[in-house]
């Protein structure tokens, strides 16, 4: 994981949105901003938060940058809340 706060930026609404979108494939920033009716500039601000803690990653094709989750962040961290899981007996 990164040193980013991944909680921090978890608290926002709009970047589990975008989050919960990415969860059915790539998407790119536009589709993103029209479903989340937000300005080019929100947006960036918001994938720039989710990509420098590693929950997105993006990619380059052709003219347009799509964003997808990155599976293995939320892989580490589901690692890290089970330690707290209570033993069941």
């Known amino acids: 994981m990164s040193d980013t706060n991944i909680f921090k930026v978890l608290a926002d609404k709009q970047r589990r949105d975008i989050l919960v979108m990415l969860k059915t494939g790539r998407m790119n920033a536009g589709e993103i ?26 990619y380059k094709q052709k003219n347009y940058i799509y964003y997808e989750i990155n599976t293995s962040v939320f892989d580490e961290l589901l690692l890290w809340i089970g330690q707290f899981g209570g033993n069941k007996k």
């Open 33 to 58: 901003a029209e479903k989340l009716g937000i300005t080019p500039a929100a947006l960036s601000y918001h994938l720039k938060l989710l990509k420098n803690a590693d929950l997105i990653m993006e």
